[in-house]
Structures are given as structure tokens and as C-alpha cells.
């Protein structure tokens, strides 16, 4: 079946640095692909999308790109704030088209950043 | 912004009790979710519901799981006969089709 593999947190670091949270994922059609951050406390929010190969999905400075030769969504962010302390949730739908919209989520990584 | 919103946001419930989490999808979404998170665990899939009926559930989601829409404006989550290892973190979601699903905040199942 459907399966999301994700970077074990957790990862810590410091303002202003660069992330990357990897991500891969297998599948048998062509899904759409999702990146969900959840603050504490909070439910998941969508961070970004990307619906097909080579699309890049960007929001808040994140930025993702759907690579199917690798079948990676890595997230990145150039330059990370505090406010970016959260859980990180790579996921994928619709692998099997039809109406299967079901999202198949990573395990999360966990990511503070520190002043 | 519209937004799903879910009730309680804590339940606390004896093992073997029935207990119903409750759910208010965003007005125009026609698909909507339930999924679960064990403390610690990733996020799961238990069930989909599209036109009044189930439309996927996944294997986690026996005979004691039931759903409904009752009213048009609602979408429960019973569990029957409560175990220990429901405790969870519920979440809701609901969506338009392949757009992507917005979540509620969740309800933290607590099984005594």
C-alpha cells in the first residue's frame, strides 16, 4: 500500500538557519503531495501542495518540490524563526485516482528552533 | 476563515463506555475524515464518509467504530465499547473532492 517515510526528529536549530526535512514516499499511481505543520496544541494546518512532478508547493518561506524520478517531497526553509517550533507532517492522497482523497501521513518531525 | 471545529476538546471515559466525538465540517465540503494519532504515533486514517455513506475505511475501523451525519451539520464518531488503546488524539477533517482536507483541532480521548 501507500506508504510516507519521513526524517526522525527531532531536529533542532537555531534562528536564521536552513532546514530540510526529507521526505519519500511510495505508491503505486500519482498522487498529490502535502506537507502539515501542527503547533502545540493545535490541529494541522496545510502548509503547502504539489499535485504533480516537478510542481513546487511554497508557502511562509517553506518551499517543496514533487520529484517522482525520487520520489521525494523534501521540505526547506532558508532561514527559520522561532515561530516555526512545531510538528512537521510530509502526506500523500489520491495515489489510486478515483475518489480515494484518504491522506497517508509520515510519522512527524518535531522541529524547535532556538533564539 | 471557515474552519472544522470538534467537540470536546478532552474526553475522559471509562474503558467499555460508549463515547460519540463531534464534529462540525465547513458548510460547503462534501467528504470528510476521521483520523486518529496514538501519543507519540503517526497520524492514522480510519474512515472516509461521501453522500451519506462510507466511502473507505481502513482496517482499524471494526465493528465497534459506527459515523454519522445526522443532521446535515454534524459528523459523529462512536466508539461502542471503549478499550484501553483507543486513547487517542482524534481529528476531523473535511474536504472538497481532491482540494485539500482543512483538520479541527482535535479531541484527546482519554480511556481509564
Known amino acids: 500500500g501507500d506508504s510516507v517515510t519521513q526524517m526522525e526528529g527531532p531536529v533542532t536549530l537555531s534562528e536564521e538557519a536552513f532546514l530540510t526535512i526529507n521526505c519519500t514516499y511510495t505508491?503505486?499511481?500519482?498522487?498529490?503531495l502535502f506537507w502539515y505543520v501542527q503547533y502545540p496544541g493545535e490541529g494541522l494546518q496545510l502548509l503547502l501542495k504539489a499535485t504533480k512532478a516537478d510542481d513546487k508547493g511554497s508557502n511562509k518561506g517553506f518551499e517543496a518540490t514533487y520529484r517522482k524520478e525520487t520520489t521525494s517531497f523534501h521540505l526547506e526553509k532558508g532561514s527559520v524563526q522561532v515561530s516555526d517550533s512545531a510538528v512537521y507532517f510530509c502526506a500523500l492522497s489520491g495515489a489510486s485516482g478515483g475518489s480515494n482523497y484518504k491522506l497517508t501521513f509520515g510519522k512527524g518531525t518535531l522541529l524547535t528552533v532556538n533564539p | 476563515e471557515p474552519e472544522v471545529t470538534q467537540t470536546p476538546s478532552h474526553q475522559v471515559t471509562q474503558m467499555g463506555q460508549e463515547v460519540i466525538l463531534r464534529c462540525v465540517p465547513i458548510s460547503n465540503h462534501l467528504y470528510f475524515y476521521w483520523y486518529r494519532q496514538i501519543l507519540g504515533q503517526k497520524v492514522e486514517f480510519l474512515v472516509s464518509f461521501y453522500n451519506n455513506e462510507i466511502s473507505e475505511k481502513s482496517e482499524i475501523f471494526d465493528d465497534q467504530f459506527s459515523v454519522e451525519r445526522p443532521d446535515g451539520s454534524n459528523f459523529t464518531l462512536k466508539i461502542r465499547s471503549t478499550k484501553l488503546e483507543d486513547s487517542a488524539m482524534y481529528f476531523c477533517?473535511?474536504?472538497?473532492?481532491?482540494?485539500?482536507?482543512?483538520f479541527g483541532d482535535g479531541t484527546r480521548l482519554s480511556i481509564l
Open positions: 505508491a503505486t499511481g500519482y498522487p498529490s
Open positions: 477533517a473535511s474536504g472538497r473532492g481532491g482540494q485539500p482536507q482543512h
